[in-house]
Structure formats: C-alpha cells, structure tokens
C-alpha cells in the first residue's frame, strides 16, 4: 500500500504543531514547510535589543520540527512576496497584514511543493474564528479555491466543522480522530498538547508576523510614502525592526542605534548608507536613508548628537561617512528636547 | 570531498539556514560546508537543521561577532 504524505504548513506555533501531530498519530507520513517572507518575527530579531537577550534565540519552525522529528523545508518567498503585500486583493487587516491573501499564496506555495514532490495533501492549523480577518468560517473555502489546493486542505483542529476533504473521503485519515475546535481560546489545544506530551511550545501574543504590528506597519507606510512607490528591498524591511526611525524632512530619515546590539547590526550596512556617530563623545551609529544635502547632514548630525554623551554640549564634532567610505567630521550643536519635533518619530 | 565557504554575515534568521540550505543542496555527500555568520542564533539553528536533515556538525567556533558552524553533508 503506497505511503500517504502531507506536507504541513508549519509557522513555529502550537496550532500547526498540534495539526501535524494529530495527522502524524494517523500513520501518515509528514514533512514541514516554513515560508519567509521578510516579516516573520523571530526571537533572533529581536535579540539584537539587549532588553530581549533572555529570549530564546531558537527558530521556533525548526523547533517544533526537530520535536516532531519531521524535516523542514524553509522556503524564502521574499521577492515573490511583495506583490501580496503591495497588491492584497482581499486588503488589509488592522495594520499593513494581508492576511487573506496571505494564507491563499502560502497554500498555492505549498500546493506546488506538494505536486513537485509527489505529495498527497496540505495541512494547515488553522482553527475556525481564531483570527479576524484569515481564519473565519467564511474565509476557509476561500482559501481552499483560490490557493487551488481545494479538497487537499486538511485543517485537522477543526475539520469536523468543515466538509470532509479528499483525505478523509478516500479513507487515508478517519475524521473522527480529528477535531472540532473554535475561537480564541487556548484551552483544547493546551489540553491536546498535555495529551501528546508536549509541554514547552511557542505561543506568540501577537501572531508571528510585523505587519500585524502597529509600529511596524506606520514605519513601511512612512517609506512607501517618502519614496513615491510601495517597491522595497529586504534591508528595508529588515530595518524596520532596528533602531529610532526620525524623518525630519521628507527626503531623507535617520536611523539611530538604541544600544549595541543595534549599533553591531547597523554596522553591516555602513557600506550601503551614509552613516554617522559622535566623535567627540560616546554616541550611537546612526544610518541616512534617502537622499540628503548637506544642510540635511547637518540637521541629521544634530539629531544623532542629541542621542550621545554629548548632548548637553555646546559643540560636538559627528563623523559622517559617504557611501564611498571617505571620513569628514561635521561640527554640530546637539538638538534640544524641545527641538526634536513629535512628528519626526514615524 | 571538498571543502566550501558560505558568508552569511549579517543576515537574520532564518536567512543563515535557508542559504545553508540552499548551498548544501549543490554540495556532494561528504563535502564540508564552513558557514559564517553573525546571528547569534546560528549556533542553535544550522545544528539543528542539520539535525534534522542528517548532516553532521564538525565544530562550531565564535568570538565576540562572528560564528563559524563547519558541517559536513549526509545523505
């Protein structure tokens, strides 16, 4: 008898965890597939901050696959990406996530990998009502047509409220040992952890994507705003999650290091941008993004000298470097509190 | 057997292991792959990978920025 495979859509967190489980338990062989598209939160980001270094800096996919003992095919879907960010043709949620279309691509992804590797069907664990805009009893069989996946989607936590699927039409799962969960709350698949012996899982407060996040998402209106067009590039997005973004003029932003851990990865983009520290004094690295004369560089050092040990001063000298790696040193007053206005700090 | 080089300095997570991925994926079984980085998380997620992909971790070495995880490709 041929070996039925699925292949699991697998974010990190305990819904897709339990989902695979429960199919695994059926006999049914299961490989995992993780999808990156430049947004997905990662305890490694955040632990550039000091603040997060107690985090655990593990994948949370590979983590879960590692303890289910499946592989784990990491997928980047960033290019491929933008176009269902820049271009969501069921819109936006609270913020900039596309949530909607979001699902449909990552499901019309695994579609292929499944038909390129000779796979049977798709899981997913997603639960009826858990989310307000993807995961809504209107929005399944959406998800299900227009990813083209259709009868392969299994979503094994709440498929007893869905029609039954190919797998359990043909026999190759028994619906009865699937699941009937609904909402918000946690406590069955808490519960269905305990049952698999599963004690340590993730369980992110705020889903596992920036574009969920209300900061987040007004910094990438902020640069789709001042560059004229909703194009960007992975170290955009990438530094979106770094530093204090202040956009005095339209034209240009300054990027400024919180702590070291900051500073150490804005380091690696020092060949990229035009950037700047206090010479005179201690002081954060800063980065230029945009196109700033030398007035701007100016105010731009004036910033980031409020920022350093030398903000009280009357004068401080701020190192500035072009994109070509040549030194000059700009003389400055640090800004006043009362000079660095509200509305810079997108 | 040969040995390669993969720099992967600078990129977060996942981006170390999807390149590492992607790299094994052209390397013969046997070949050893010396990978470096400077996301502290490497030094948990490309053993585990591996791990999870039947590769083998010869050594893992780091100073204060910079991680090396040399592995050696499974079947």
Same mark, same amino acid.
């Given at each position: 008898?041929?070996?039925?495979?699925?292949?699991?859509?697998?974010?990190?967190?305990?819904?897709?965890? @339990?989902?695979?489980?429960?199919?695994?338990?059926?006999? #049914?062989?299961?490989?995992?597939?993780?999808?990156?598209?430049?947004?997905?939160?990662?305890?490694?980001?955040?632990?550039?901050?000091?603040?997060?270094?107690?985090?655990?800096?593990?994948?949370?996919?590979?983590?879960?696959?590692?303890?289910?003992?499946?592989?784990?095919?990491? %997928?980047?879907?960033?290019?491929?990406?933008?176009? #269902?960010?820049?271009?969501?043709?069921?819109?936006?949620?609270?913020?900039?996530?596309?949530?909607?279309?979001?699902?449909?691509?990552?499901?019309?992804?695994?579609?292929?990998?499944?038909?390129?590797?000779?796979?049977?069907?798709?899981?997913?664990?997603?639960?009826?009502?858990?989310?307000?805009?993807?995961?809504?009893?209107?929005?399944?069989?959406?998800?299900?047509?227009?990813?083209?996946?259709?009868?392969?989607?299994? !979503?094994?936590?709440?498929?007893?409220?869905?029609?039954?699927?190919?797998?359990? !039409?043909?026999?190759? %799962?028994?619906?009865?040992? @699937?699941?009937?969960?609904?909402?918000?709350?946690?406590?069955? $698949?808490?519960?269905?952890?305990?049952?698999?012996?599963?004690?340590?899982?993730?369980?992110?407060?705020?889903?596992?994507? &920036?574009?969920? =996040?209300?900061?987040?998402?007004?910094?990438?209106?902020?640069?789709? $705003?001042?560059?004229?067009?909703?194009?960007?590039?992975?170290?955009?997005?990438?530094?979106?999650? #770094?530093?204090?973004?202040?956009?005095?003029? $339209?034209? &240009?932003?300054?990027? #400024?290091?919180?702590?070291?851990?900051?500073?150490?990865?804005?380091?690696?983009?020092?060949?990229?941008?035009?950037?700047?520290?206090?010479?005179?004094?201690?002081?954060?690295?800063?980065? %230029?993004?945009?196109?700033?004369?030398?007035?701007?560089?100016?105010?731009?050092?004036?910033?980031?000298?409020?920022?350093?040990?030398?903000?009280?001063?009357?004068?401080?000298?701020?190192?500035?470097? =072009?994109?070509?790696?040549?030194?000059?040193? %700009?003389?400055?007053?640090? @800004?006043?509190?009362?000079?660095?206005?509200?509305?810079?700090?997108? | 057997?040969?040995?390669?080089?993969?720099?992967?300095? /600078?990129?977060?997570?996942?981006?170390?292991?999807? /390149?590492?991925?992607? /790299?094994?994926?052209?390397?013969?079984?046997?070949?050893?792959?010396?990978?470096?980085?400077?996301?502290?998380?490497?030094?948990?997620?490309?053993?585990?990978?591996? /791990?999870?992909?039947?590769?083998?971790?010869?050594? *893992?070495?780091?100073?204060?920025?910079?991680?090396?995880? *040399?592995?050696?490709?499974?079947?």
């Amino acid at each position: 008898m041929k070996q039925i495979k699925a292949v699991s859509l697998i974010s990190g967190g305990l819904d897709s965890m @339990l989902a695979t489980k429960a199919i695994m338990e059926q006999g #049914v062989h299961v490989e995992g597939i993780n999808f990156f598209t430049g947004f997905c939160v990662e305890g490694h980001t955040h632990a550039i901050r000091k603040k997060d270094k107690e985090k655990p800096k593990r994948n949370n996919s590979l983590w879960v696959a590692e303890t289910l003992g499946i592989k784990l095919h990491i %997928i980047d879907i960033i290019e491929e990406y933008k176009d #269902v960010l820049i271009n969501p043709k069921h819109g936006y949620g609270a913020n900039m996530n596309p949530c909607l279309d979001c699902k449909v691509f990552m499901v019309k992804k695994a579609k292929q990998w499944m038909e390129e590797n000779d796979f049977d069907f798709i899981i997913t664990g997603e639960v009826i009502g858990q989310r307000p805009m993807s995961q809504r009893r209107d929005t399944m069989p959406i998800i299900s047509a227009e990813s083209g996946a259709d009868d392969r989607l299994l !979503r094994p936590l709440c498929a007893q409220h869905l029609p039954a699927t190919l797998p359990e !039409r043909e026999g190759w %799962i028994k619906r009865d040992q @699937l699941f009937d969960f609904t909402g918000r709350g946690r406590k069955p $698949q808490m519960a269905l952890a305990k049952e698999y012996g599963l004690t340590d899982y993730s369980q992110p407060a705020g889903g596992c994507c &920036f574009l969920t =996040d209300e900061s987040y998402s007004k910094k990438l209106v902020d640069l789709w $705003q001042a560059r004229g067009t909703k194009e960007y590039e992975l170290d955009d997005v990438m530094l979106l999650k #770094v530093g204090r973004h202040i956009r005095p003029k $339209q034209n &240009f932003k300054v990027i #400024v290091a919180r702590e070291d851990g900051e500073a150490r990865f804005l380091q690696g983009y020092k060949n990229s941008y035009i950037n700047m520290n206090c010479a005179s004094h201690r002081g954060p690295l800063a980065l %230029i993004d945009g196109e700033a004369s030398a007035e701007d560089l100016h105010l731009a050092a004036q910033i980031v000298a409020r920022y350093g040990q030398g903000r009280d001063a009357e004068q401080v000298d701020v190192m500035v470097r =072009d994109l070509s790696g040549n030194e000059s040193i %700009i003389q400055v007053k640090p @800004l006043a509190p009362n000079e660095l206005a509200k509305e810079w700090f997108v | 057997m040969s040995e390669h080089s993969l720099d992967a300095r /600078r990129l977060l997570c996942p981006l170390p292991v999807i /390149r590492t991925q992607d /790299r094994v994926k052209q390397l013969a079984i046997g070949d050893v792959l010396t990978v470096i980085c400077t996301d502290p998380g490497v030094m948990q997620d490309i053993p585990a990978w591996c /791990r999870i992909n039947g590769h083998a971790i010869l050594q *893992t070495q780091s100073d204060e920025y910079e991680y090396r995880i *040399t592995l050696k490709v499974g079947d």
